[in-house]
């Protein structure tokens, strides 16, 4: 009988096939989902309405990435929620199996190889690094140190108009009180490394855009990690006239959506030079403060995105004198909650609710903009379900169709070797320049933002 090591057991795992090797588990018990290159079995598994991620490895590393997993899910760091471990398997003849961790699938999540497809925009290539360096400087933050940094490691999820970074995979992780420069600088090598490596394989696949170089993309990551890193932690001396800047690095932090929880600020003895640093940084300032507000549960630029707009609600009706708690309880039942019960159910599974409702505003506003004068927000959502989120791909279980009396298609074990015969799914949504094909009715609202632009600068 195996040995299950769970927080939270999910009991209908219990009778699985854990005697069988995970690369020979039946198709009944399989979903096929995307999934990056890895050193291991991995598999998805469904059970009920749940999925979650198994992964076959070596018993200490399985119990090493749980722990890891547990104290980066405690303190609130983006990363895959472990479930269990199953370990004292052995197969019907007695051989002994390899534990298996299990962490809950994370859904709307994409690796970056379906993310990489042929035609993706520069931009986008952009928002994804923004996303890995955000993704490094937080986990160096609370002293963890990688060990194995690389897109293969990361899943990403929507997060309004830009990218939203979560750690995958943790054995070579290691917490610290600290971390050195050195450290931080070894992880920065690792990702240099791995990352270079990576972009030469979709070079070579023909998923990169030619005007793309990888070298120039790990150094802009490197680039990027350090600014990051500087803003968020660097000293600062300026002349005593100048007090008003101690409030100018809390709002710039604030606005790269970190809290700072406490400023060193000390001054020289005549009080002429002060200089400020901040101690300890904690991210997530934005979703937090919609979380106390809403109770809603979003990433990052979607939370400020949805603050925004609970602003412009404020402002709208003239309550900026009543308590924000109220209003935002007005805002959720009067703007965000018709808007997501107005997308019929078969469109549920497209997008999560917060970034449904940040492109129900982009929308909004086009539309408005080519009526000259305000869209209802209800009738903005049925144009926005019509002309977009009916073309777009699920991004919540992105699984093949089956017939009531057909297993599930099972995805096969990717490896570095047969990745370039992997067909990647579509992705409107980032389909790149004038030639991409787009289905009828598409909307391509960053484009169609951008082009206004450029026509109102023309004018």
């Known amino acids: 009988m195996p040995r299950f090591l769970a927080a939270h057991p999910d009991a209908r795992l219990l009778p699985l096939p854990w005697g069988v090797p995970l690369a020979e588990w039946p198709a009944e018990h399989l979903v096929a989902l995307p999934r990056g290159i890895s050193r291991h079995v991995v598999r998805f598994i469904r059970v009920g309405d749940e999925v979650y991620a198994a992964k076959e490895v070596v018993e200490h590393l399985a119990m090493h990435e ?163 890193w500087h803003e968020l932690t660097g000293a600062e001396e300026f002349d005593g006239s100048e007090m008003h800047r101690i409030e100018g690095r809390v709002r710039r932090l604030n606005a790269l959506g970190f809290d700072v929880a406490e400023l060193d600020i000390t001054t020289d003895l005549d009080g002429s030079t002060i200089r400020i640093q901040p101690k300890v940084v904690d991210a997530g300032h934005h979703a937090r403060r919609l979380m106390r507000l809403t109770g809603l549960d979003t990433e ?51 997008l999560e609710p917060a970034q449904i409702y940040h492109e129900m505003l982009d929308y909004r506003w086009y539309r408005s903009e080519a009526a000259g004068h305000e869209v209802p927000l209800l009738e903005a959502t049925q144009g926005y379900v019509r002309d977009v989120l009916s073309h777009l791909p699920d991004e919540e279980l992105s699984v093949a169709p089956t017939g009531a009396d057909q297993p599930r298609e099972v995805a096969a074990a990717v490896s570095a070797d047969d990745l370039d015969d992997e067909p990647l799914p579509d992705d409107p949504w980032e389909a790149g320049g004038e030639t991409a094909r787009e289905p009828a009715g598409y909307l391509d609202m960053s484009a169609i933002r951008a082009k206004a632009a450029r026509r109102a600068s023309a004018e």
């Open 66 to 228: 749980y722990r890891l997993l547990h104290d980066l899910m405690r303190l609130g760091t983006p990363a895959v929620e472990p479930i269990g471990v199953v370990t004292r398997r052995f197969t019907h003849s007695g051989e002994p199996l390899d534990p298996i961790l299990i962490t809950r699938h994370l859904q709307f999540s994409l690796p970056y190889r379906t993310l990489f497809s042929k035609g993706v925009r520069s931009d986008t290539v952009t928002r994804l690094l923004d996303a890995m360096v955000v993704l490094l400087a937080r986990l160096h933050l609370i002293g963890f140190l990688w060990g194995d940094v690389s897109l293969s490691n990361t899943l990403f999820r929507r997060d309004a108009s830009d990218f939203a970074a979560h750690l995958v995979d943790a054995e070579t992780g290691e917490f610290h009180e600290r971390l050195s420069d050195g450290q931080r600088e070894h992880d920065l090598e690792i990702a240099r490394v791995n990352l270079f490596g990576e972009f030469l394989d979709l070079e070579a696949g023909g998923m990169l855009d030619s005007a793309l170089d990888p070298r120039q993309l790990v150094d802009t990551i490197v680039t990027r990690y350090r600014e990051l």
């Open 300 to 350: 990052e630029n979607q939370a400020r995105r949805l603050l925004n707009d609970l602003d412009s609600y404020r402002a709208r009706t003239g309550q900026q004198n009543l308590d924000e708690a109220v209003v935002a309880h007005q805002w959720l039942t009067e703007c965000f909650e018709p808007v997501i019960h107005a997308v019929p159910a078969e469109y549920a599974s497209k």
